[in-house]
């Protein structure tokens, strides 16, 4: 039962332009989110996260958006430079049982010089 | 360095063999998870602990799986038995005491093998 899911396995984008990459959850009790970023032989690094009382939130060239409604959240990255290629992954976890994280499956980002 | 560690980094073994995998989290932490990780998929969670107090098991957590915290610092995981199903990245991560709105730290992980 795949509680959070991330349907674009990859992503290419050109370096100095904007990478978005995609998450929706299923569990409407989910009220922390976070991204974490892998690369090859690493375990994953955090990124950025949010809570769901707010919609937005920022850290330098990278932001997360939720839309509680939707179910969905979004990771842009602006200016995409080539370091930031790697596997991002969206995690979520609900008050009631706050030390399980829920992953998605990933999306692989590459980002062109 | 002060991050989560994780020994060994590979282990390749034959079925049937047992393993034990290690994992040093950063030292304040008082919470340990345990997650593993299969090709294409992200982490799925096996188990944490609380200090030395296992508080929950995912039912991936088969009864040839058991960990153990035995003084609240590292941790240990074992395979026995082991099947080729078993073959996977296992992954360690720590978590400060600090309320439930902060981040889990992963350490390397270790990739089994199993032949």
């Known amino acids: 039962d795949q509680q959070v899911k991330q349907n674009s396995p990859s992503l290419s984008v050109q370096e100095g332009r904007i990478s978005i990459l995609n998450c929706d959850y299923t569990n409407s009790m989910f009220d922390y989110f976070l991204w974490y970023k892998k690369y090859p032989a690493e375990g994953p690094t955090f990124l950025i996260s949010?809570?769901?009382?707010?919609d937005k939130n920022e850290d330098g060239r990278f932001t997360v958006f939720l839309n509680k409604s939707a179910k969905h959240l979004s990771l842009h990255i602006v200016p995409s430079q080539p370091g930031d290629s790697a596997v991002y992954f969206c995690?979520?976890?609900?008050?009631?049982?706050?030390?399980?994280?829920?992953f998605g499956s990933g999306t692989k980002l590459n980002v062109k010089p | 360095d002060t991050g989560v560690s994780q020994d060994p980094r590979h282990k390749i073994t034959k079925r049937g063999q047992n393993v034990t995998f290690r994992c040093d989290p950063i030292?304040?932490?008082?919470?340990l998870y345990w997650y593993r990780q299969t090709l294409g998929q992200g982490p799925e969670f096996l188990t944490y602990?609380?200090?030395?107090?296992?508080?929950?098991k995912s039912r991936l957590l088969s009864d040839r799986f058991s960990a153990e915290r035995p003084k609240g610092s590292f941790s240990t995981l074992e395979i026995q038995r082991t099947e080729q199903g078993d073959s996977a990245m296992y992954l360690c991560?720590?978590?400060?005491?600090?309320?439930?709105?902060?981040?889990?730290?992963f350490g390397p992980g270790t990739r089994l093998t199993v032949l």
């Open positions: 991560a720590s978590r400060s005491i600090q309320g439930s709105y902060n981040e889990q730290f």
């Open positions: 995690a979520a976890s609900a008050e009631y049982n706050f030390n399980k994280f829920y």
């Open positions: 949010i809570s769901s009382i707010k």
């Open positions: 602990f609380q200090n030395e107090a296992q508080l929950e």
């Open positions: 030292s304040e932490h008082n919470r």
